[in-house]
């Protein structure tokens, strides 16, 4: 009957599913393709083939189908200990068959090795066919299970080298210094005001598509268009956010059916330089010095766009203003207030305001048209644009003011988000005023204490 044996370490686990096998499991936290590489590159196999008490000294690999290799390892009375064998198949980078003897040894195995990837880990499967039951057995006597568990934590010792010397030999670097303050370079990097001017993309590239969440654990999605009419769809997921000096995010291409492909790091960093920023740009995780050379054009591009822009955003320097309200009321609730006319009417604007004309499409791209009406009877319209959507926790709309001849005031981008605490909602406004004539002056004077003045009326609406 077959047999079973427990694991022979925490990492290693072995078995016997017939009389003549041996099936050894282990999984590496490493890309099967760097694996791959130290099951056959000489190079490598020399750093980590054997237990410590019996090394490797010499090792040849003639790597194709029909091909041989040798190894000499040396034992603990000094004795040299030579293995051989013929590959038999070869499937880069997931599976190996070859045979395996010793000098000293009689009979031939057949070794099948498949490595399976998910999530950048490698489970490796070795499974040992041998020529007989009492072959098998004689190799489990002589100490298999443990000559196999030390080998495999040194090839796991081997593959974390491994893989911090592809980490910096494909890591990309590029440092740059903007004749801007870094407050204002960090916000190019966060605010959608700002995004939407540059998006990090490459020169003569149009973003034709973006939707974003920045905050520590949200994400983005854009599409590049080429110059020559390509879509190139990316996407990733903020890992850090420390304004104004630190950014961290993933970095993935997607490809014709919106799969993602190889996930990369990117690490922006801002250093203030007396009144000047330098930013250097960290990325890794390329699987070639290709890739990262390629990375490099492309963000080289895109930071000259971001040059171009920073003297414009210096120009229309803006006015931020961030609201803070808790309402005692579910998410829910409040966010329909916001996105339906009825209720929206109600409560827009300070007290003793009406709103005769009250429309919103909430859609992505959707109108806004609110007349406020003052208690003195002066109108006061508003035009606007939705940018964002997502129920019941985040809009992002474009609002402008205008005069009486109909023409922008001025120009504010709002970011209103709805976070949930313990059936209460806590509502952050975040504004950004740009293009700002000079007529505007007494709006944005009174603007804290009209929002303030609203919110006293969105809480009494959430609550009725």
Known sequence: MPASHAKASPALFLTMPSDREVVLTRVFDAPRHLVFDALTKPEHVMR???????????????????????????????????????????????????????DDYPGE?????????????TTLTTRVLYDSKETRDAVIRSGMERGASETYDRLAEHLDQ?????????????????????????????????????????RGFTVTSSESDIRPGGFFRICMRSPEGADHWLEGGYREIMKPERLVFTHIWLDANRKPGRETLVTITLAERGGKTELTLRQSGFASVEARDGHKHGWSSALDVLADYLPKALAGERKTMITTRVFDAPREI???????????????????????????????????????????????????VFHEIVVPERLVFTSFALDQNGEPLFEILNTVTLAD??????????????KAKAEAAPHLAGMELGWSMSLDRLSEEVAA
């Not at 195995?109 to 880990?121: D, F, P, R």
């Not at 407050?183 to 005001?193: A, H, K, M, N, R």
């Not at 109600?346 to 003052?374: H, L, Q, S, Y």
């Open 109 to 121: 195995s057949l070794n099948t090795v498949t490595l399976a990837e998910e999530n950048g880990k």
């Open 162 to 202: 491994m893989a911090v010397a592809v980490s910096q030999e494909h890591e990309l670097v590029i440092t740059r210094v903007f004749d801007a303050p870094r407050e204002l370079v960090f916000e190019c990097w966060t605010e959608p005001e700002h995004l939407r001017h540059w998006q990090g993309a490459p």
């Open 334 to 384: 409040v966010f329909r207030a916001w996105t339906d006319p009825e209720r929206l009417k109600r409560w827009w604007g300070p007290k003793g305001f009406t709103n005769p004309v009250c429309e919103v499409e909430v859609r992505p791209g959707g109108a806004i048209r609110i007349d406020m009406r003052a208690p003195n009877g002066i109108v006061y319209p508003m035009t606007g």
């Open 421 to 434: 605490e313990g059936g209460k909602t806590k509502l952050t406004v975040h504004a950004i005023v740009s």
């Open 48 to 102: 980590w083939f054997g237990p410590p008490s019996c090394p490797i000294v010499s090792c040849e690999i003639d790597f194709r189908v029909g091909g041989g290799w040798r190894y000499i390892l040396r034992g603990p009375d000094v004795k040299a200990m030579g293995m051989r064998g013929v590959y038999r198949e070869i499937t880069r980078p997931e599976r190996l068959i070859s045979t395996e003897s010793f």
